[in-house]
């Protein structure tokens, strides 16, 4: 499991350019949608020889709407809440101010492991200024220059020290192979009362793992017949008041479901317009190449108009997943949850599916054969053969003469011909070109 690494402090200080340091080019994604550009607010990075997942608070909560760094408060209560480890940046120009003083009394009394950095001090005068920020009362505050990458190394090894020793994966043979379910979704959509339909009676603690600084706790479930664990439920079932609201502990929240689930229901409150927030949970599941389902819930309060246009309107919003499924349901009256219980079924199978051989020869001869890439640029790519080189996610490659010159158009085409022809229901499809000199 990766630790989650939260950054805070007030609007302006270098949160996100502090970031975009750290994560570099893991900022790109690549998948089988159109390339929309979305708003990234977390990032995988790798520092000193750790993944870490990186979230910049400060981008939940645009400094246009907080210019007096209110919502700082807001954001480092659901970072002690939510990450294993925080970050809080300071202007190391200027004096520190009450919000820094609130934000700070917050931290020190959380037993999270927390760095201070006094940033901006781009040289050895301005670091001397940082100085005046000892006022607040912490041991060490680390002088950087996130612009000019001044000491970040060392604050990246003092970061890494801190985190929780990686943890093994649980050793809970009973449940390998099971089916790995999680319910993401904005506060209130209806997480825990879907939670309770699909545990009812066999909800039982399976595995409250220690050695994390978050508890994470599975339930193990049966679905359409199938046992399954919906994990990290915790946050789920434990209501605590960063719930109600603050979008970076939801988000961080769901990035840990995420990462350990194989199929994620992203729960939608179909009474409602599907939001920004909606979209970023779908495209964190997407982005980490999961099976997603679209859970639009409450269907019991939606009149026979509404209930048609709903899913349509659901599929608007998040285009950029073509794939992922939409089920109406509501936990209240148990509509629908039959058919989102086949449904996660039918995509976890799919995210573990292993195409044989023949079958994708057959595909290459039907499909590829029969609709070629156009040329580009007075190349014709001339394609030779295509394998399935993992699972869960599917990725799949086909072996080409010329692969920079097969077009985005048509990798995309390829992925939903692969998607059709061998039901690959609700899940990306990764499809890379690779090249190789004609034998
Ligand atoms: P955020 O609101 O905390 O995310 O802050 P930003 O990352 O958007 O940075 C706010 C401003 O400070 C921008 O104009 C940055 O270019 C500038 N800035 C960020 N880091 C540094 C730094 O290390 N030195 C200097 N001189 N300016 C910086
Ligand atoms: P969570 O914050 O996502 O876990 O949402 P909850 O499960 O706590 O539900 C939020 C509110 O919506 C509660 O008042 C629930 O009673 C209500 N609710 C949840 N599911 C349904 C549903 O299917 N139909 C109706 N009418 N209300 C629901």
């Known amino acids: 499991m990766t630790p989650i690494v939260a950054i805070v402090g007030r609007p302006n200080v270098g949160k996100s350019t502090l970031f975009n340091r750290f994560a570099g080019q893991d900022l790109a994604i690549v998948f089988d949608e159109p390339g929309v550009t979305r708003e990234r607010h977390y990032a995988d990075a790798h520092l000193h020889g750790r993944d870490i997942t990186l979230i910049d608070t400060g981008g939940f ?55 201070y950095a006094a940033n901006k001090a781009d040289d050895q005068n301005k670091a001397l200024v940082a100085n005046d920020l000892y006022t607040l009362g912490v041991d060490r505050i680390f002088p950087i220059s996130a612009t000019h990458g001044r000491g970040l190394h060392e604050l990246e090894a003092s970061l890494v020290a801190l985190l929780p020793p990686p943890a093994g994966e649980p050793s809970d043979d009973e449940n390998k192979g099971l089916p790995r379910v999680a319910i993401v979704g904005r506060p209130n959509a209806g997480k825990s009362s879907l939670f309770n339909r699909l545990a009812g009676e066999e909800r039982a603690l399976v595995d409250a793992r220690p050695g994390t600084t978050v508890d994470t706790v599975d339930t193990r479930v049966v679905l359409a017949g199938q046992a399954a664990i919906l994990v990290d439920t915790a946050g789920v079932r434990r209501k605590t008041k960063v719930d109600t609201g603050v979008e970076s502990a939801s988000v961080m929240r769901a990035i840990r479901a995420v990462g350990r689930a194989d199929v994620v229901v992203v729960l939608c409150d179909a009474t409602l317009p599907v939001a920004e927030q909606d979209a970023r949970l779908l495209g964190l599941a997407a982005d980490r190449g999961r099976a997603v389902i679209i859970g639009l819930s409450k269907a019991d309060l939606l009149d026979r108009d509404a209930r048609s246009k709903v899913s349509q309107a659901a599929r608007d919003t998040m285009h950029f997943a073509t794939w992922a499924t939409t089920v109406l349901l509501s936990a209240r009256t148990g509509e629908g949850v039959a058919e989102l219980e086949k449904t996660i079924v039918t995509a976890y199978q799919a995210f573990h599916r292993r195409v044989g051989t023949g079958e994708l020869n057959r595909f290459f001869r039907d499909v590829l054969e029969r609709t070629p890439p156009p040329t580009h640029g007075g190349k014709a790519p001339r394609l030779y053969y295509v394998t399935q080189a993992e699972t869960a996610p599917p990725v799949f490659v086909v072996m080409c003469n010329a692969p920079e010159a097969v077009k985005a158009s048509y990798q995309r085409f390829v992925a939903n011909q692969i998607r059709k022809f061998f039901g690959f229901d609700y899940v990306p499809v990764l499809v890379h070109f690779r090249g190789r000199t004609k034998k």
């Open 61 to 115: 909560d645009p400094l246009s709407k907080d210019p007096l760094g209110v919502g700082i408060v807001r954001h480092v209560e659901a970072a002690i809440a939510e990450a294993d480890a925080i970050l809080c940046i300071l202007d190391g120009t200027a004096p520190p101010t009450s919000a820094d003083r609130e934000a700070v009394a917050l931290l020190r009394r959380s037993k999270k492991p927390v760095l």
